[in-house]
């Protein structure tokens, strides 16, 4: 599935941007969808995801502040970001995870990336 991503932009500390991820085809069924973001120098890293059923996991640095929720009717997720700090500082991936049992195809397709920028 192609992923286009969007939302991101420049905040101060203490505020707030909302990411959405849209996906080319249904997203129903797929069992895993996430954000990810990676920051200059760094590895990329794990922000949080969502199954299919709507479980969610976070990274720690970003619990109680972001928030990942989907919508299967407009094939997108999002992660709402509050109470941002400078080093959430980087550009964010959405990423969706899954396998067809039937033609033995794994897949793990990301999106080209926002960049989400926090200033003090």
């Known amino acids: 599935v192609q992923l286009q991503a969007s939302g991101g932009g420049s905040a101060r500390a203490g505020g707030s941007l909302r990411l959405s991820c849209k996906g080319s085809?249904?997203?129903?069924?797929?069992?895993?969808m996430g954000w990810y973001r990676q920051a200059p120098g760094k590895q990329r890293e794990m922000v949080a995801t969502?199954?299919?059923?709507?479980?969610?996991t976070y990274a720690d640095s970003v619990k109680g502040r972001f928030t990942i929720s989907k919508e299967n009717i407009k094939n997108s997720i999002y992660l709402q970001m509050n109470n941002l700090k400078p080093e959430d500082t980087g550009v964010y991936y959405c990423?969706?995870?899954?396998?067809?049992?039937?033609?033995?195809?794994?897949?793990?397709?990301w999106g080209q990336g926002t960049q989400v920028t926090v200033s003090s």
């Open positions: 085809m249904s997203i129903f069924g797929i069992p895993n």
């Open positions: 969502i199954t299919d059923g709507g479980i969610t």
């Open positions: 990423n969706a995870q899954g396998y067809i049992a039937r033609i033995n195809y794994k897949y793990n397709d």
